[in-house]
């Protein structure tokens, strides 16, 4: 089973505990900078939104890199950059229609999210569930159950 | 570890910034944020020192968890003389700029001198810089927050920042970051708008390594993440209901401090409750409340957002206040309201948005207004006093037209801006301020709460909950449960929790933690983070040092026994209806063995052998 | 009896009908415990964690006992905080 990262942005609090937990596993540090989610606050209407790479099926980003650097994990399903072949040209970045694929002075890569290979760390940082790791084929099988428990059963009225 | 180790020195008479090295030695003795930086502060300013001249300083300091996933890791703190108490000042925040300022390199940041003029620091890294802020004074935290940000053209910014309330000079200014986050207490923000500094805008990239053993921190993270959950009140209380639950539990057990503290249960209490908050409204059918909010790295998420009723009276024509923004916490809705007998959720959530708008202590503010209020019902003032404000207990006009004018500091808003005491002693009425070393009440009556009364008289930086907030015990059975009328082992209970509540305070984590947690939990965290051994016991003697540095600068400052006390109304009216029907404060008789046990002598004094025990400088 | 019974925070909904503002006057029967007004409104005793009477604490072994009185008051809360 494939399995795709979740977002409930009506459970968000805006803590940036995934942003830390991203940006540890893969840099090394606490460091929301360098975190492939952020998580975006609406301050008017009062709502946190954590937004990242979707995994594109027909990703632009891989189609767009000239040197072949994006890659599709078979395992996970994720795009992810090879290092060693990225030129840091940021093609990818202008291609990516959500803007998810982000370049990095440091490095002079670009970074994106990769799933942390199956176990994305963000999601179990997520005190609220707003972030979840689920089949990737039924991702709205919560918001259908909820629903479905508000149909009504004419036959059980009467 | 965990530190960044270095101090960024702003030297505001001079326009210049430098970077040094931590002290090392004292980060082992006094840990990091509200300890820490009163160690830089005993050392750096005499006590005595005009608190709004050039020769006080400002920090701004984190503590070694700050800006990592610890769950509140984002807390800083600001320090500095209090021009309300002349006491040392310690107001602590959440939000998002602590974290921020460690990612960016920084421990600390010291403010000396006075700038010529208004200036605000730019940090972005390794690099700071004052920028004139000409353009900013006069204008609103919220103006200037977005001024700040269109300058840099970097949405990423975070942002401190004083208002207009402190350019007045309003004696409890605060300094508001993230728009809505406030080191609230004791002028903090009065004595940044004393210097010409408006604002500090950060912005940090560098993140937060130094991780003494990364593997066992984020081992030690998780499990006290998973305590914070399963915990009913951080897991399940907190985050839905917030802090303004307390507000129908303490009118119930009659300790809510109501009309200038002259009744201790407010009729309205259940208009203005958490429960009322989430209740819809009339006119468009939304509550109040519109969901709750974590700072960095909180899993809590106590905070509120909320919105004002678009029909109030406060904001018809006023699209500005229209949208979300920091809602009614507890101690806000208790001073706005029943300290001033106002039961309109509306017109708090609005006086509130005004506070946060323009940097003023929202406790501290109402208490002032419910102050003047008693003075206006006695006729110790008038209409003529006020500007035509008719400041009656109960008028949602009043306490809003209040927050108008104290937040520009125009009008009768210069008086309220004095704080409770000077505007008692104004007056002619010093026994109606219902303060401690000048600073304003909180929302819990010492006669219904004892060990409050004991906290409010001993607090080093005057009236204050946060100290060591024994209602815990005394009222909500946390860790256990203590009669709120008795007196004794109270003194015991609050030197306790004064102790623990000061290393708290210095790690970058939120007190709210210690509905679940407790040094226990504290320790190992510290520890797989930070060089050295932390234990429990060191961080209680951490907490002890700090309590007794932080009085003995207020003993040099001019403070003597005398000055732990509560005002007079405790001592001579009985609360007048509820479980403590007669009652009034025991803080007379509890005060000697306090001191005992605080190894201090008969005068309020530190003994010799305690400061030698503990290590205290000079 | 007549008492008035309060329930807040997340017992708001353990309320019989007609509760104004977590509060209810409900009739108890004469003599009935803290304990026995606690289950008859179906409130979890685990989450009957702030027990007053009348704004008086009651602690575990008061719950046993029969201490209501005709126009008593008696509010519940779940574990809670703030500050």
Redesign the interface.
């Known amino acids: 089973m494939q399995k795709s990262l979740h977002i409930d942005p009506g459970k968000c609090t805006g803590c940036l505990q995934c942003e830390m937990a991203c940006s540890f596993e893969n840099e090394g540090v606490f460091n929301p900078a360098k975190s492939r989610i952020k998580v975006f606050t609406f301050h008017e209407e009062g709502r946190f939104v954590p937004y990242t790479c979707t995994q594109c099926a027909e990703a632009w980003c891989l189609h767009a890199c000239p040197v072949d650097a994006i890659v599709i994990n078979t395992r996970t399903g994720s795009k992810d950059v090879i290092e060693d072949l990225c030129v840091g040209c940021k093609v990818c970045t202008i291609a990516c229609p959500f803007g998810t694929v982000n370049y990095s002075q440091d490095t002079g890569k670009v970074i994106k999210c990769d799933l942390c290979g199956g176990d994305p760390e963000c999601a179990k940082a997520c005190p609220t569930g707003a972030i979840t790791y689920i089949d990737a084929d039924a991702t709205g099988l919560d918001r259908m159950r909820t629903w479905a428990g508000r149909t009504d059963n004419a036959a059980h009225v009467s | 570890m965990a530190w960044t180790k270095k101090i960024l020195r702003v030297n505001l008479t001079e326009g210049k910034v430098s970077s040094e090295p931590l002290n090392m030695e004292w980060a082992q003795q006094y840990l990091g944020q509200r300890g820490l930086a009163t160690r830089y502060l005993v050392d750096e300013i005499d006590p005595k020192c005009d608190p709004l001249g050039p020769e006080n300083k400002l920090i701004m300091a984190t503590g070694p968890l700050t800006g990592t996933m610890v769950s509140t890791g984002g807390r800083y703190s600001v320090i500095t003389k209090s021009p309300l108490t002349n006491c040392v000042a310690c107001s602590n925040s959440g939000g998002f700029i602590g974290a921020e300022m460690k990612s960016a390199g920084w421990d600390m940041i010291i403010f000396e001198g006075k700038s010529p003029k208004p200036v605000y620091l730019y940090v972005e890294n390794e690099t700071a810089e004052l920028v004139p802020a000409d353009d900013l004074w006069g204008k609103s935290v919220w103006e200037a927050d977005k001024l700040i940000h269109e300058k840099h053209g970097d949405p990423q910014l975070r942002i401190s920042c004083i208002g207009r309330a402190a350019e007045a000079g309003c004696l409890y200014s605060a300094v508001i970051n993230d728009l809505h986050r406030a080191a609230g207490r004791s002028g903090v923000g009065t004595v940044m708008g004393s210097k010409n500094l408006k604002a500090v805008a950060v912005r940090g990239t560098r993140g937060v390594g130094n991780i003494k053993d990364p593997k066992r921190f984020m081992e030690e993270v998780s499990k006290a993440k998973q305590v914070l959950a399963e915990n009913e009140v951080t897991g399940k209380g907190l985050p839905t209901y917030g802090t303004q639950v307390l507000m129908n539990v303490i009118n119930e057990v009659g300790a809510m401090p109501t009309r200038n503290m002259r009744e201790v249960q407010f009729e309205h209490a259940n208009q203005i409750s958490a429960e009322a908050m989430a209740e819809p409204r009339k006119s468009d059918g939304k509550p109040n409340l519109t969901t709750n909010a974590g700072c960095f790295a909180c899993t809590i998420a106590c905070g509120r957002i909320s919105t004002i009723d678009k029909t109030h009276y406060s904001v018809v024509n006023k699209p500005e206040y229209w949208g979300n923004s920091g809602g009614l916490e507890y101690e806000a809705a208790w001073a706005l309201g029943c300290d001033t007998g106002v039961g309109d959720l509306d017109a708090l959530t609005y006086a509130n948005f005004v506070c946060n708008e323009d940097g003023m202590d929202p406790i501290s503010f109402g208490a002032t207004v419910a102050a003047a209020m008693e003075l206006y019902d006695i006729g110790a003032i008038d209409s003529k006093t006020t500007g035509g404000i008719e400041m009656k207990f109960g008028s949602a006009e009043a306490l809003t037209q209040a927050a108008e004018l104290t937040a520009r500091g125009e009008g009768f808003g210069q008086d309220l801006g004095l704080g409770s005491k000077r505007l008692c002693e104004k007056y002619g009425h010093p026994d109606l301020s219902m303060t401690v070393k000048g600073q304003e009440f909180p929302a819990y009556d010492p006669r219904g709460i004892q060990g409050m009364g004991l906290t409010y008289a001993t607090s080093n930086r005057g009236a204050c909950h946060l100290r060591s907030y024994t209602v815990a015990s005394e009222i909500l059975g946390i860790p256990e449960k203590t009669d709120p009328l008795a007196t004794e082992g109270k003194p015991g209970l609050v030197k306790a929790f004064q102790d623990a509540t000061a290393a708290v305070d210095s790690t970058g984590c939120c007190v709210f933690t210690t509905f679940a947690w407790t040094l226990e939990n504290f320790a190992p965290q510290l520890d797989a983070a930070c060089e050295g051994d932390w234990t429990p016991e060191k961080l209680v003697e951490v907490g002890e040092r700090i309590w007794n540095l932080e009085r003995e600068f207020n003993l040099k400052a001019g403070i003597t026994a005398a000055d732990d006390t509560l005002p007079k109304r405790f001592f001579t009216e009985g609360a007048n209806t509820g479980p403590a029907k007669g009652k009034k404060s025991g803080v007379k008789e509890m005060m000697p063995e306090y001191y005992q046990l605080r190894g201090w002598s008969a005068e309020g004094t530190i003994n010799p052998d305690t400061r030698k025990r503990l290590g205290l400088p000079g | 009896m007549k008492i008035t019974l309060?329930l807040?925070?997340?017992l708001?909904d353990y309320l019989p009908e007609g509760a104004v503002?977590?509060?209810a006057e409900v009739e108890v029967p004469a003599g009935a415990s803290l304990n026995a007004v606690i289950d008859r409104y179906r409130v979890p005793r685990e989450?009957a964690?702030?027990v007053?009477v009348?704004?008086?604490?009651a602690?575990a072994s008061e719950r046993e006992k029969s201490c209501l009185k005709e126009g008593d008051?008696l509010?519940i809360?779940?574990?809670?905080?703030?500050?």
């Open positions: 309060k807040f925070a997340s708001t503002r977590n509060a989450l964690h702030l007053l009348n704004g008086v604490y602690g008051t509010a809360w779940p574990p809670v905080a703030g500050g």
